[in-house]
């Protein structure tokens, strides 16, 4: 049994695409049914095209409140058939409704070991603060941003030479690893909200 599951992105889609390339192998638990962007322009939907993904824009510019670009989302999250969602780089907040209405099934990747350092910028205040250890995480969506229950991190050492870049970098080659691993195990519902740590 493979479970459908949506993209939401705003930009470049480098874990979309890892996600993509998770789910192309046979024994992968999901598969991706769309790609939605709020971004006519992200890079990424070009990416999912050419790997043979439904895509979709849900431009936010188009509606006049963030509850009707919700309601619009969230219509064309049901559309889809997805029944679980990954947001990869996508740079909305969401409000109570559309995060209520997919508890549990809605996951995020953050580029920080939370609780440090949500928002953004996370590569330049981990440097500024003079951090070992660096990261990121992965954790359901719930109503405050860039928290929820962790579902899984990975950490990678912070070196003396580094600038943002070169974390972000070594940051992003840990997210590739991670996020499938977190799709994996929710597809196969070994995590939940309330038990949300991948267990081995
Ligand atoms: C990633 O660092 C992700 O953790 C953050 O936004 C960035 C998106 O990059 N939420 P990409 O679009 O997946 O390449």
Redesign the pocket.
């Known amino acids: 049994m493979s479970v459908p599951a949506a993209i939401l ?10 996600l993509i390339e998770a789910c192309k192998a046979p024994d992968f638990p999901a598969h991706i049914v769309q790609v939605i962007s709020n971004r006519p322009q992200a890079p ?1 939907l070009d990416i999912a095209r050419q790997h043979g993904i439904d895509t979709r824009v849900v431009d936010h510019t188009d509606f006049a409140s963030r509850a009707a670009f919700d309601q619009a989302l969230g219509r064309a999250l049901r559309e889809s058939g997805a029944h679980l969602v990954c ?5 909305r907040l969401l409000g109570p409704d559309l995060v209520h209405a997919w508890h549990g099934r809605m996951i ?4 920080s070991l939370l609780p440090a350092f949500k928002g953004l910028n996370t590569h330049e205040r981990a440097l500024q603060a003079g951090v070992s250890e660096h990261g ?1 995480t992965v954790h359901f969506v719930s109503a405050g941003m860039d928290e929820g229950p962790v579902i899984g991190q990975e950490s990678v050492p912070v070196k003396p030479e580094d600038t943002p870049q070169t974390l ?1 970098r070594r ?2 080659e840990a ?1 590739h690893r991670l996020y499938p691993a977190c799709l994996r195990a929710l597809a196969q519902g070994r995590i939940t909200p309330q038990s949300p740590q991948i267990q081995s």
């Open positions: 992105i705003s930009g470049r889609g480098s874990n979309m695409l890892a990424g947001l990869a780089g996508f740079m995020n990747i953050h580029p990121c972000a940051v992003l997210e």
